[in-house]
Every structure is written in structure tokens, then in C-alpha cells.
């Protein structure tokens, strides 16, 4: 028997409190018990995430080990973190990241799993509707909520074992306290099967004196609890059993008998959801609450908020350290003694000693947020146990590590660039739920900085009138409370003065004017437009994918003027693919498939708008500029005509900070129809943002009434759609079968990646495996798109261009290799084309969403070997009479004078052919292998032309394993400590032999 000993540390224990999330903090983890002067202790946390396997590794990593080591990856290391997201990443996850500005296919994968961390802890704290998973679960929705095979498999065991459960027995219940295992899945189950048949011992009542009663008692009163005479003989159970009776025994033996078992199956569902997201498998679910990451987190934060001095003086007076856990149990304690803690009672503590408390709880407080406790505990920290004084600096670095994960792993931020990230971000946030007035503040000089401080001014005076304000982020159908409304009753009459429509964004600039008592007139109005369009602007450019890269730049996103802001973060999102327009037009066209309603007719129509609006946007409003300089109504009929008449006179304006001039401006026009210009520019951008949507359009099409609509008219009609959230989550999911895909992508992928110091993202993975494994499909793309175009485009430069691409590279660049820079070059015209192209090909009729991903990997294949060429690795295109087929050359140099020929392809006749090769001063070392007996015959049947080219025969040989990748990745080139001269001298044999074998294929293959 052993019973936690009271008299010699009061009732005040250091160990867990068990129970429910309402009552107390608990553990997560599998506990190991060490027994010490009488008092069990819970040891730290025993990690049992999810492990990816690394050869040679004596020990397994965890996917948390995986991250936090991210800072200096391998190869193998980072393709683990790939599965990391590839199994812990939904559609939900998806739809938020793209919300932060993240690209599931170009975003590096370690940012992608800091920020789906992130996500996945804000998602389990509003809960999960998990309603509808009440009757059996079929295979197909097990698989769904999965979201892969191998994990669906899982959960399909999991949840067996959670119906195969009985309500505990005695015998369960003493199996899991003896062997310290928490209410799991799996542990439960294991309970209910090894520990139905375990002896137990009933409690006699002459075994317990009173002294002990007294004693028992105490302990049930810092559980929290009352000692109840049911809880009495639950202690007298445990004493009787020989396991220790604890505050943390009595609470987790209540809560085992408290148990409903069998779950429901949302229960379940939901449980195994949030084991998942924290790394473990669906078995290792808790089936009770208070347990996962997400409630500790959650219950950390609530405990700390309520901490009274009175609590802190008891815990310093019982000399024990400041903690989660010891305020707790101060506070179940004093409340059994006194019948509430704030009884007043006064303990003897050192005021000094009770300040500094008071200020590090204070300073916890401000540090401490559900999120941030949650990546603690994802990476093995006892929160409830550490110190406060180690926790703030635990905190503090949690948040930092967060925002160097959003940085990446390619450059680590300084503290001054992690200062101004995190500043920004939370700025940008907070303006949101600022009053709409201070658009208009005199405070207001045009940076988000100053819009800050005049919004917190207006935030503060409100909050002490206590009245209701507008909020500054606007959202679509939003209403406006009665006091608002009551406070500006005479909006409508002051447009109607002024003969202006009565549209929202009308009545919404004459509220900010009339606030800060500025005149109302038709110029004030429109300037109040813009600048709160830009400021909406603002919202969408500041998230947290742009904001580093301008950070990056050493940009200042807090000082930039709105205008410059907004610009510098479309081009930014641009360049890393936030905004690249055959990802959005693949999105289009999925949707657009899925409306099996739609016609052919009618698609083109569709189509036709959504390019429109494009050209338009492409142009920099160069269409909306035209349109003004020859006093045209802005519709968007005109806008079309102006598109397609490529009229660009008198289209360069700006406008000034103040309104007061235009530079370039459009001759005889008024400033205010400069400034309505530039608001209906900026309505048009935020048109391009809704254009994704295809069936926002479909009310628009069949009336026909969108072509006598402005920008303004348009972008107010599209925010009234409501998107179909289940087609939004189809799509979702189609993105992240490319992210399984590159979680299983070869190894050489993700070497290759790091050997050309190449993010890994899921594009580059995917191109990556094409560029090594199928280069045929490129160029087969490459030709077909090339033909399309030389068809369809118009555009002189354009077939300029394809002419000049296949002369010079589908031509001679197989004839005339010499130089590295020659080569690389080649490569990168071939790239710069194809990119080029593209953006007309998507267009063509009959294009379909997996067509434009096709020739998105395609592109950026094209795009890796532009870069691979660096490092002196090519990919030669070369017409054979099968069609194009990619040959793959690496040049190896070494610190001797001689170095090596390495050259792969697939020939479709004779499949993988590949051969080393290694001049000498009078012969070529090496061999030529395939892996067909076919592909042997005809290279031997053609010994005497490579000897011809090459001045000796080599070996022909046989292997069926032969791998387009093992020279891809094998043998780095030693080209910094070449020595020039020797550097020379290898380049011309080198090159001379690669061009010799090339036109050997060539010609042999023709």
C-alpha cells in the first residue's frame, strides 16, 4: 500500500492532477513513475509520434524532430518533412494556407508545415463538427477523412478497438494505474483484454485509522474535490490495490469510472483527428478529456488568467516553485479549507518575493497564447510542470522559432527582421477590427503605420463611450447595427444632394467623412474611396507569405505608402507564385468541369469574361487609363473594346498623396475623374480576385447586364456570391494528391533539389521527377503547345520566338555543344519561351484543368534544367523518328586533368541507355549500358560508328536495372577547386566527347 504523505509537505504535492478539462490540467503523455521519499512523480514526456525511417539512423525520427531540425536538412531528412505534410495536411489546412498567401505547390515544405502547425492548433480549438460520423462507418468515409491508404488503414483499426470497448472494470481500471497508462484507444483496449482477469483486492475497513482518514481527506481536497464518502472509498480501493493514492490517482480514477465506452463515433473521429495532428496514430487517441495538446494548451492559458495573489503567496509559502500545476493545486486546496479562495487569508511570504511573482505572472500572461503552449507541447514540454520564469523564455522562444519557420530554411532572419515580421503581422490584424473612420483621421499620412496609431486613438475612445463603431476591414452583406445607422441617418440625403448613387461604398465613405467632420462633397467622397479600396487592398497584400519576402528586401511594409504597398506586394506575390495565372485558370477550368449544366457555348462565354478581366488587370489598367482620356464611360463593354483595340495613348497616370496633380496626366480631365479612374482601377483588382469563382458569373452571363457595368457595379454584384464550400474542399483535395504524390517521390528528387541549393517544394519535387525520370513528356508538351500556338497566336514576337526556339535548340543544340556557356544559355532561352508560351496556350479551346497542371510541371521542368545548367547538368532535346526525346548530360570534373561524360535518356524503342565516359590522352574509358537486350543489339550493331567518333570502341553492357537517376545524382562536380588552366582542358575534351555521343544518338535514333 502506499498513500502519498501529506504532514511532511502539507496537502501540497508536486504531482499531476488528473481529471476533466473543466477541472483541472492533466498530462498528456505516457507516464513513467519513479518513486522518491515517498512521493510519485510524473517523469518527462515519453514522445510517441508518428516516425519516418532514415537509413543508417540507430534511432527513428519523429515528424517534430523532422522540423525542428530543418534548419540543416539532408536530402532524406527533407523529403521525411514532405510525408510530415503529406500526412498531417487537409483540405481545410489548404484553404487557410492559401489565405496566409501560402501556395501549396511552390511554398518550401518546411513552411508549409509551420504554418499548417499552426493552423491545425486554431482548428482544434473552435472544434470539429463531427455530427454526422454517428451510424457505421463505411470504408469509403474512413478513407475520406484519412486522406491517404496507408493512415486510412489506421484509423480503420483504431476505430475497431474503440467499438470493441466495454465499460472498465475493476480489473481494467487497475491495470491502467498500475502500468501508468492514460486513457487511450489502444490502452483501453489492452486494459479491457490483459487486465479483466487481474486479481482485486477489496478494501477492509480495520485496515484504515483514522489518522489515515484525516490523511485521505486531505488529498481528495487538493485533487479539487469534496471528500465525499464515494471518493473515501475510492482512495480505500487504491490504498487496498498497492497504488498510490494521489491527487492524481483520485482524479483519473474518477474520470475511468466516469468513462461512456463504447464512444460514439464523432467521438471517435474527433479524437483520432487530433492525435493525428499532433504526429501520433489514430490508436493513440485519448478517449477522455483533458488530454491532447490542444485542451492542455487551452486549459494553461485559462488557469494562469485566473491566478490570485492569494494563490501565489500560499505556493511561495509552501517554498515550491512557481507553476502551472502548483497554482492549481493552490487554488483546489484553499478553496476545500476556506470554501473559496478569495477568503482572504494571509500566508507569511517576503514581499520582494511575492512582487517578482506578480510581475512574472504578469509577463507569462502577455506571452503566453493557446497556439504558442501548443507547439510547446508538440515538441515534448511539460508546461503544466515547468517554472513560469522558464516558461516566458520557453514562449518566447516557441514564437520566434514559429516566424523563422515562415522565413524557411534557405536564410535564417535576423532579430531585427523577426521583429518587424511580427510586428506587421499583428498590426495588420488588429487594423481589421479598427474603427473604418480612421481612414479619414488627419492622423492618416498613407502607411499602415499611421493608420494604426489614429485607429487604436479612435479604438480607445469608443471603447470608453461605450458606443459601436464600423469595423475597417469590410465584409461582404455585412449590417451595420442600429446605433450606427441611427448615428449617420442622413447619409442617403447627403448622395442625393450630391446626385450620387446610393451604393455602399457611397454611404460608407460619407460615414468616415462625416466623423471626422470633413466636408462632404463628390471629390471628398471618391478620395475616401480609394483610399479605403487600398486600404482593403492592404488586408489581402499583408499576409504573412509576402510580408517576409518583403521583409527580405529590406522593405518596410509598416512605412511603405498604401499605393506603393499594394504594388510591391502583387509583384511580390507574383514571383512566388501567389498569384500565378495558370494556377488560377487550372482552378477555373476544374470548377467550370465540374458544372456538368454548363454547355460548350456557354463555357466559352465563361471563359471569355474571366480572360477579359486578365487582360485588362495584365495591362496595369492601361484599358481603364484609355477609356478616361477619351471620356468614356467605364463599363465593362468598353473596357472590352479597348482591350481588344489595344489602344494605349493617354493611358500613364497616378495619382499624387493629396489628390492635387496627376503625373502624366490625361489632358482635359479633372482631377476627379483621375481619382474615380484610379478607384475603379482599384475595384477591378479586387474583380480579378473573385474571378475564380465561375458560377459568381452565371446570373451576370444570362442577363447580359455586366456589360454596362462598372468595375465598381461588377466587383459590389460578385462579393454577393456565396462560394460553394464542398467543390471549394474537392479542389483542396486534388492539390493535395500532388502533395502525396511528392511525398513519394524518388529520393533522387529531393538530392538533386539540394545539390542546385533548389527550394523543395511539391512543383519542384514533381519536376523534378520528370526532368530525371520522364523527359520525354516535357518536350512532348513542349512541341505540341509550340505547334498550338504557331496555329492560333497572332503575335509576330511571339512566333518570332517559337521559330527561333526550335532552330536553335530543337536543332542545333545537340550539334553545336562547345562551351558551357553556350549550353546554359540554351537552356534557359528554352525555359524563358516555354514559360512565355504557356501564358497564350492555356487559353486554347479545349483546354482542360490537368492539361494546364501537365504543362505546369512541364514548365517548371524546363525551368529546373535552366538552373541545373550551373552546375554543368543539361537536357538536350534531340528529334528521333519515336519524336523528341530528352537526353540528360552531367559533366564531372575532378581536381585531375581528366574528368567525366555522364549521359541518360529513355528511348522508346530500347527504353533506359546510359553511358560514363572518360577521356584520356589517347583513349575513352568507360561503357555504354542499357537495360534492354533490344537496346544492347543495336548499340552493338553500332561499334564501329562510335568508334569512329570517339577513336576506341567501350564496353557495351547489360543491366536490367539501369537508372536514369544514378547519374543524375552521383558524382558532384569539384568545380571550385579546379585549377583554370586544368579547368580548360577539361572543358574542351569534356564537351567535345558530350557533343561527339550526342551526335551519335542523333543520328542513330533518327
Known sequence: MYIEPVETRGSFSNTQIVGSAQEQSVKQSEKKRETGNGIVRASAELTSDVTYGKQGDKKAKSAQDIMDSAGNLDAVQKKNEMVVGANTTDSADVEKLREDGFSLHDTDIHTVVTETDKIQMQLAKAGKDTSYYSDDLSPEQIAQIAGNAALASQYETAIAQAQALEALGEGAVKYLIDNDLMPTIENL??????????????????????????????????????????????????????????????????????????????????????????????????????????????????????????????????????????????????????????????????????????????????????????????????????????????????????????????????????????????????????????????????????????????????????????????????????????????????????????????????????????????????????????????????????????????????????????????????????????????????????NHSISEKERDSYIGIYRLIQQVEAGDGAAIGALVGQGATLTMENLLMAVRSEKKGNMDYSIDDDFSGVDGAIVGKSITDQINAAYEMECFKEVQKLADEPEAFTDLLQSGDWQQMTPEQLMEKLMEYVPDDKRQQAFDEQLLEDLKAAATAQDACYEMLENADLQVSVNNVLAMQQFIYTPNETYKRLLKMFDTVEKTSESEELLSEIAKIKEEILQRIGEDIRTPEELAKAQQTLAEVAEHCSQTYMYEEGMTALDLRQLQISTKALQIGAKLAKNEQYQIPILTSDGVVGVNVKIVRTEQKKGTVQISMQVPAYGNVSAELKPKSDRVDGYIAADSRTAVDWLESKTEQINALIGNAVPIVFSAHTDPAAFAVRGRTQTAQVQEETYRAQTKELYQLAEKMITFFREGLA
Open 189 to 594: 483496449y489492452q486494459a479491457q483484454y490483459n487486465g479483466g482477469s487481474a486479481y482485486v483486492k477489496q478494501p477492509q475497513a480495520e485496515e484504515f485509522d483514522s489518522q489515515m482518514r484525516e490523511q485521505i481527506t486531505k488529498i481528495i481536497a487538493s485533487a479539487g474535490r469534496m471528500p465525499t464518502e464515494s471518493l473515501m472509498e475510492d482512495a480505500k480501493w487504491l490504498a487496498a490495490n498497492n497504488l498510490p493514492v494521489t491527487a492524481e490517482t483520485i482524479n483519473y480514477l474518477q474520470q475511468l469510472k466516469d468513462l461512456a465506452l463504447p464512444p460514439e463515433n464523432g467521438e471517435v473521429i474527433e479524437a483520432m483527428q487530433a492525435a493525428v495532428a499532433e504526429g501520433k496514430t489514430p490508436s493513440q487517441a485519448y478517449l477522455a478529456d483533458g488530454y491532447s495538446f490542444s485542451e492542455r494548451a487551452e486549459e494553461a492559458v485559462v488557469s494562469l488568467e485566473q491566478v490570485t495573489d492569494e494563490e501565489l503567496s500560499y505556493v511561495l509559502s509552501q517554498g515550491q516553485e512557481l507553476t502551472i500545476e502548483t497554482l492549481k493545486e493552490a487554488k483546489n486546496i484553499l478553496s476545500a479549507q476556506n470554501g473559496t479562495s478569495e477568503s482572504g487569508m494571509s500566508f507569511s511570504v517576503d514581499s520582494l518575493a511575492l512582487l517578482k511573482a506578480k510581475r512574472q505572472l504578469e509577463e507569462i500572461r502577455l506571452a503566453m497564447t493557446t497556439e504558442a503552449n501548443y507547439g510547446l507541447l508538440k515538441r515534448g514540454m511539460e508546461i503544466e510542470t515547468r517554472p513560469l520564469e522558464q516558461l516566458v523564455e520557453d514562449l518566447k522562444a516557441q514564437e520566434k522559432a514559429y516566424y523563422e519557420g515562415l522565413f524557411g530554411v534557405e536564410k535564417h532572419p535576423s532579430e531585427d527582421q523577426l521583429a518587424l515580421f511580427q510586428e506587421t503581422l499583428k498590426t495588420a490584424e488588429e487594423l481589421q477590427t479598427m474603427p473604418a473612420y480612421a481612414i479619414g483621421s488627419s492622423m492618416y499620412d498613407g502607411t499602415i503605420e499611421s493608420l494604426h496609431a489614429a485607429g487604436n486613438h479612435m479604438q480607445d475612445d469608443f471603447t470608453r463611450a461605450g458606443e459601436a463603431y464600423e469595423t475597417m476591414m469590410t465584409t461582404p452583406r455585412s449590417d451595420l447595427g442600429d446605433s450606427i445607422r441611427k448615428a449617420f441617418a442622413n447619409v442617403d440625403e447627403l448622395l442625393k444632394a450630391l446626385d450620387m448613387e446610393q451604393t455602399p461604398a457611397n454611404e460608407r465613405a460619407v460615414r468616415i467623412l462625416s466623423y471626422n467632420r470633413t466636408e462632404v462633397t463628390e471629390q471628398s467622397i471618391l478620395e475616401i474611396k480609394l483610399a479605403d479600396r487600398q486600404v482593403q487592398q492592404a488586408f489581402d497584400s499583408l499576409k504573412p507569405s509576402v510580408v517576409r519576402e518583403m521583409i527580405k528586401e529590406g522593405l518596410n511594409p509598416l512605412k511603405l505608402n498604401m499605393e506603393e504597398l499594394n504594388t510591391q506586394a502583387n509583384r511580390i506575390a507574383e514571383k512566388i507564385g501567389a498569384n500565378d495565372e495558370v494556377t488560377k485558370f487550372s482552378e477555373y477550368l476544374w470548377k467550370l468541369e465540374q
